[in-house]
Each structure stands twice: as structure tokens, then as C-alpha cells.
DNA sequence: CAAGAGGTCGAAATGTTTTCGACACTCTCG
DNA sequence: CGAGAGTGTCGAAAACATTTCGACCTCTTG
């Protein structure tokens, strides 16, 4: 783009001289036709890619752009927001996301689809492509950034994150020093590196402050409600239960929430709890969550912009990139209760009414007041760590 | 398909000999250049859909099939659980969805684009689009699905909707039959056509047990949280407010839960309340949500299906396919507090503590023994409304 | 009314794809 | 072994599509 003279686009007869066939052989090739000899066929795919060489008809300026975005599953309010950035940031440059499911790892064929269907880029979302699919894609040129990685990518792969370690630190030093000493986590599903990377922030907070770090209180679930659900219960049902959970994400944080009230504990009062993500929902649970944020849609705007720049044929300035994340403090955290342990009612009980006790509705967050009629806007306040950009 | 000889694929020779001008011209409107005389482009453009000319340069994607996904805005999880299911849908025909948001109306290019771009179909989701665009599109063939129209749409316009006003009907009759008198309605933007029918449902309920309608109580906000929260306030402060509120989304319940809570009042004790989705974080809502439940992923998976028939060329059963809605009962709703008014502690005070009342873990509605170990699966049960497809 | 500007269109040049037949090779089967 | 059928690879030419550029027209402006 910068440099180079426009220098007469390459067209199929040059190619076709140079690999010493003729153009119909070349044509053929371009268009994915079989009747061409697996030796020849290599030699012009060189020839082809060492031209730039683009067919006309996907030169049309009419025909949008598109980007693959492929999702592990369609199935939470995460998704909605990561695509919101991207499309936002696609858009800007006249092209569309053609969204899906990550295709089975088995569909050998689905790379050839995807370049023969003339896709711009890829975009992987929390999952990670088999490396069959990833070389068959790289040597294709295909432009791939991949969203939250599930392990840590080549140096040659692209991605995008967040500081999952940071705010699992800050998280759990916001608990710590509200007062709390017993506090489980519950992680997402160890094999994904935000899950680890999390729990290590986690560790680390927890360490640091000389706590020992009691592995009963270590958990994983999937990133559902769930999960949090039911580990939540198990860490409630224990002999010195936790007075704070940190989850792996907003999700699981409404299930603890949940698994609290079935045993009929106040949150914030009797169980602190603090989530991951920030969902546009979490400002609206009761109490409203405090939460680690990550700037989703930033990270999907992010993602789409760096597709792009591979597209353009540009280098990027680095080839991973961690966004910032930021503790939120709203209401669902607060001092452990006083007395070790004045808990659990008689199963199914009634709540213990005790003396006057801070309610909910006494300001107290430095967010509260914000939050009650201005609301979200106001809520990005209070990022621990400033925005980072770290090289592979 | 089924019927008519391939029948030698239309070329731009012989529409360029039909419209009386050379291959250069119908070439340029096809590729949009510029140079065409308005009423040429006209003439040529309906020759070239008469023929179904498709360019070779579109022909050589003999992959994936794309169907274009207009959402009005990218921004609750409503919006994914559609998505979920037109994608699913699409998928079982090797279709893909290509996202985007509704474009300005003022974009006249932008049906020609679509049709350019060779896209198979088009579904627009809880939007209109200009009557010009829709003429132009129609003019083209394109198949087009609406799902949940702002308008009730003409008759020749496909769409999937659900059973709106039978949802109102069933959400306000539940709150009656718990003993409600006064029963509040925070809607949907009165312009739309899916608020209105809920709305009419709740006043049928209302009006059939011989309730006087009190306009008062019917508010209108967005159909997100904070519109909830503002009108809940509102609501709550008036001389008399009600004891329950049927909200016009699950967003807007969250909206008035969290109301309530900082007004000091206990749902569903004090304050019983109604949403309208059932998104899957309804389920997980404190105290968790009594809804009525719109099958969000079946209404895309029709509406894929319907654009895939379209496209195959088949004619559909119905214009208008309208899916049941279900009441879900949780826990957010219980009979109306005993004394008129014990309401409103000093504002900002603390919970009166009083003596001993069902806590929120005695076991009250059906659902919330299923609820806890076996969680969402089980939701769906209590449907009011048989499935139910009606013409235009 | 002349000069200029700008819109509309097609002839021809240019580029691409497809069809179809030539050729070479392999694999039967007699 | 040798004829014939089958198959894979490729190119010549035909068919198809796009772009360039100039002709022609109309409308404005001085």
C-alpha cells in the first residue's frame, strides 16, 4: 500500500508464461479445479501467491468482504458482546462477519471451504483450532486472529486477551482486604488458559498476604451458571465454609448468588461474591455483582482491526495483545460477617433477624451512588491496571 | 430443481439483446458502475432477475451459502439466542449468517449490495426496513423472513412472531390469581408491535376479572434495564403503588427487581414481578424470575427454515408463523402483602425485621424443586398456549 | 450560439472461464 | 503381447465478462 508503484496488476497470462502452462491450466487452478496435476499445480500456486495474483471476480468493489467469526458455542450473553466489537469494527471497513460454530475437528475439508469461498480472515473465538486446520490455513495465507486462546499460541498466531492474571489478582486483594481470610475460587475449566490464568491471580493475592492457600477451596466448573451453582453449594455444605467466592465469570457468580439464597445466606452480608467479565447483566443483579470487567466488545473491536491489518498485507506491532481488565466494585461484597460463624439456619430455616446491620442501601462502594440513577456509564471506573500490550 | 431442463444459463448477451444495449452496459449494472442511465439500470435490472443471471465470478463459490442477519442492534442477549438458532438451522443446509446490524435507512445502496454481494437470503429481526428497501428487495426475489415485525407486516411479507398478547394474558392472569389488584405494567416502546399485543393481553386479563384499568400504572420504557428500573421507581413511589409489576422484557424485570431493592422492598414478598423472554439468565435472577418464555432459538430456527424454502423455491404453509408462548413459574411472584400497606421503610432504612414468613427456601411453586439440582432443562414446562400457526 | 461540462453508452481491448479434444499412460482381457 | 477401454493431464479455442476510452448527446453558462 505505502510503497510500490500500483505496477500493472498480475494477470493470469504472466503466471501462466512463468510456470511455463497455459492459461486455462492457470485458471484452473485459481478456481480449485481437479483436473490438474498435484506437481503442477503446486508450482502455480507459488507463482500465484508470489503475484498477488487476485481473480477479477473477487476484485469486484461491490461484493462485501467477510470475516469468519467462529464461536465454541452461541450460548451466553459473552458472545453477543465479543461480536458487537467486532462487527462495529468491521463495518468501518465495509465488511461483514459470517458467524458459526466451531467446526468439528474431524471436517478436513472446512479450510478449503473457507479460502475457496473467499473468506478476508478469521476470527476464533475462546477456542483453538487443530493444528491440521491451523497450518492448512497459515500456508493459505489466511489472515487468523484468535480471541482468548484456549493455551498459549505460537509466537506466529495472532490473538487478543485480557490481563486474566491481574484481575484475578485484583479480585481477590479486593476481598482480602474488605477482611476476608477464607476465600474459594471457583475456576473455569483448567485446561483453558483464562481459567489458569485467573486462578494464578488468585494465588498469588492469596499468597501474598501470608493465607494459606487451602486446595478445598479451589474449584472448576464451566463457565455456566451451573457450575457455580452447584460448586457453590458443595463449598457451602463444607465444614468451614468460605465467607467469599471468587468466580470465573459472571455466569458462574449468579449461580453462587443462587446457591446462596437456597441456604439462605445474604449476599453481601453473609457470602461476598465476586464475578469475571462484567455483563451488561451484572449492574442489574440483586445485589448488583462486583466484578472483574473485561472490555469485550474492545477486544472484539480489537480482533477485527488486526484481521484487517494482516488483510491489508501490513505488519502488527505485535502479535498478542492483552487488554486491561478492571475490578468493579458494586454490592455484592462486603466485611466477612463478625462471629466465625453465625451461619446456616436449620436447613430450610428462616433468616436469622439480627440487630440493625448495614442494609443494602447505605452507600457504601464508592459506585453505589452512581450506580443507582446514571448506571452503566459510570460503571468502567476503577481499573487497577493500565492497558498493556505485551509481545509473544 | 425439481422441475425444467438446466436450460443454458442465462448470459449477459442475451439480456444485453433483450434490453437493447450492449454487454458493456448490462455488465456495468450488474457490477454498479455508475455510468447507467436510471431508467436503463431499471430495465436491465429486472431483465437480469427474470433471467436469474448470476455473474460467473459469484458462481465460481460453489461453497457455503450465505443468508444475511439484520439485528436491529447488537446489544442484549435476546439477541443471541435468536442467533443460536437461525445459525443452527442455517448450518443443517451448509448455510452461514452474516451478521450485521440494520443499516441507515438512507443507504439506498444497500439492497443492491445485498443482492451483488449473491446472498441467499435476507432475515431481519425485530426491525423494519424502509419501504423502499423492502420493494426493492421483493422486486428481487430475495427471500426475506421477519421475525417479530415492528409492524404488523402486508401479507407478503414472511414472518415469525410469537403469541404476544396470549403471554400478556397468562403473565397477568397468574399475578390475579395470586390475589394482585394492583398490577402494574412497565411495556416495550409503544410503537412497537409486539409491546402493544402484550400489553393488550395484560389489559384482557385485567379487564376480565373486573379490574378497573388504571392508566397510571401502565408505563412504557425501552426494553432494557434501565427503563425497568426508572419506571419501577417511579411506580413505587406513587401514592398507591402496586403490589406487582409485569415487565415487558426479562431486562426490564431486572430493572424493577433492583428498583425495589433500593426502595427497601423484598421480591416477591413485598413486590411480586413479571418478566417477559425467559433468557436463560431469568433462571438465575435472585429471587429467579417468573417469566413467560418466548422460544427465541425456535422463532430463528424457523425463520432460517422459512428463508431456506423461499430460496428452494417452494411456497410456505403460512406467511405469518407465531410460536406459543408459556408462562414460567419461579419465584419472583407470591401473593400480594397482607396488610395494604406495610411499605416503604424511611427511605435508605433498613429491612424491618419481622417476625417469621416464609423464607425463600420453603419449597412454593412447582418449579423450584426441579429448579435447584436439575436447573434449566426442566424450565420449560407450564406452557398456557398450544403451538398455534395462523394466515395473514 | 459557442464553448464547456457532464452524463450515457458502445466498440474494442483486455482478461477469465469453460468446453472439448489430444495425448499419454495404465489397466484389463483375449 | 497387443488391442481397446479407461483415466488423468493439459491446452486451443470458444464463450463469457469487464474495462477503457472516445463518441455523442444534452444542458448550462457567458
Request: charged share 20%.
Amino acid at each position: 500500500m505505502a510503497p510500490g508503484r500500483p505496477e500493472r496488476r498480475a494477470t493470469l497470462a504472466v503466471v501462466a508464461h512463468e510456470a511455463g502452462v497455459s492459461m486455462a491450466t492457470v485458471s484452473k487452478v485459481v478456481n480449485g479445479r481437479a483436473d490438474v496435476a498435484p506437481a503442477t499445480r503446486a508450482r502455480i500456486e507459488r507463482l500465484l501467491v508470489q503475484h498477488r495474483y487476485v481473480p477479477v471476480g473477487a476484485r469486484r468493489t461491490t461484493t462485501s468482504a467477510l470475516v469468519d467469526v467462529v464461536f465454541n458455542a452461541l450460548d451466553s450473553p459473552w458472545a453477543i458482546e465479543i461480536l458487537r466489537g467486532v462487527t462495529a469494527a468491521l463495518g468501518e471497513a465495509s465488511t461483514q462477519a459470517v458467524v458459526s460454530s466451531m467446526p468439528d475437528p474431524a471436517d478436513i475439508g472446512w479450510p478449503r471451504r473457507l479460502l475457496l469461498a473467499g473468506r478476508n480472515g478469521l476470527i476464533v473465538v475462546t477456542s483453538d483450532l487443530t493444528e491440521r486446520h491451523r497450518t492448512e490455513l497459515a500456508t493459505a495465507g489466511l489472515p487468523l486472529v484468535v480471541i482468548d486462546p484456549v493455551d498459549l499460541p505460537g509466537a506466529d498466531v495472532a490473538s487478543v486477551g485480557t490481563t486474566n492474571w491481574a484481575g484475578g489478582l485484583a479480585a481477590t486483594e479486593h476481598l482480602i482486604s474488605l477482611g476476608h481470610r477464607r476465600i474459594a475460587a471457583i475456576s473455569g475449566p483448567p485446561q483453558l488458559l483464562c481459567s489458569r490464568a485467573r486462578l494464578d491471580g488468585y494465588r498469588a493475592a492469596i499468597d501474598q498476604h501470608g493465607i494459606r492457600v487451602d486446595q478445598g477451596l479451589i474449584r472448576h466448573g464451566d463457565f455456566h451458571h451451573e457450575g457455580g451453582f452447584v460448586q457453590a453449594l458443595s463449598l457451602l455444605d463444607c465444614e468451614e465454609p468460605p465467607t467469599a467466592v471468587f468466580a470465573g465469570s459472571d455466569q458462574q457468580a449468579f449461580g453462587v448468588i443462587e446457591a446462596a439464597r437456597v441456604r439462605g445466606l445474604r449476599v453481601p452480608q453473609d457470602l461476598s461474591v465476586v464475578g469475571f467479565d462484567d455483563l451488561p447483566v451484572a449492574r442489574w443483579a440483586s445485589p448488583p455483582l462486583t466484578t472483574v470487567r473485561q472490555p469485550l466488545a474492545d477486544m472484539g473491536r480489537m480482533a477485527a482491526r488486526m484481521v484487517l491489518r494482516i488483510a491489508a498485507g501490513s505488519r502488527l506491532d505485535s502479535n498478542r495483545v492483552e487488554l486491561a481488565t478492571g475490578l468493579v466494585v458494586r454490592e455484592s461484597t462486603a466485611p466477612p460477617p463478625r462471629r466465625s460463624s453465625p451461619r446456616r439456619s436449620p436447613a430450610g430455616g428462616q433468616q436469622p433477624a439480627r440487630g440493625p446491620q448495614p442494609s443494602a442501601d447505605t452507600p457504601k462502594t464508592p459506585e453505589q451512588q452512581a450506580a443507582a440513577p446514571g448506571g452503566p456509564s459510570s460503571d468502567a471506573a476503577g481499573t487497577t491496571t493500565p492497558p498493556m500490550r505485551g509481545s509473544a
